[in-house]
């Protein structure tokens, strides 16, 4: 099931999850004072936007219906590549705007899939 979109699709909700358990209840100050926390947040956004890709080559008609998919993946490769220039005030903003879309988007997927998430 590893290269099924499914798999993909669940990646992308979990770590969703994760990212919002890790910043309930916290701050812009907290997040920038605590580097594990930053970290973890970062860790999850790298998972996001690998399985989006991942999906965008197995299953390219469910990638299109997710239109933040570039942007995952665009902050992937800036979370992965240039993670000596990260933006934490970017990072943290979209920790705050995007997981929750996209989580919504996802579970409609899988919905569709057969998946009840």
């Known amino acids: 099931m590893e290269n099924e979109p499914r798999a993909w699709l669940w990646g ?10 890790f910043v309930r209840g916290r701050s812009f100050t907290d997040y920038l004072a605590d ?3 930053r970290s973890a947040v970062e860790r999850q956004f790298e998972i996001i936007g ?4 991942r999906l965008a080559r197995t ?4 990638a299109a219906r997710i239109p933040e998919l570039p942007r ?13 220039n990260i933006d934490n005030e970017t990072v943290w903003r979209t920790t705050r705007d995007s997981p929750p879309l996209l989580r919504a988007r ?3 997927l899988l919905s569709e899939l057969g998946e009840t998430p």
């Open 35 to 37: 580097r594990m926390l």
């Open 12 to 21: 992308v909700r979990q770590a969703a999850d994760e990212i919002a358990a």
């Open 106 to 108: 996802v579970a409609t």
């Open 50 to 53: 690998e399985a989006l890709n």
């Open 59 to 62: 299953a390219p008609e469910l």
């Open 72 to 84: 995952a993946v665009a902050m992937r490769n800036a979370l992965i590549h240039a993670y000596q």
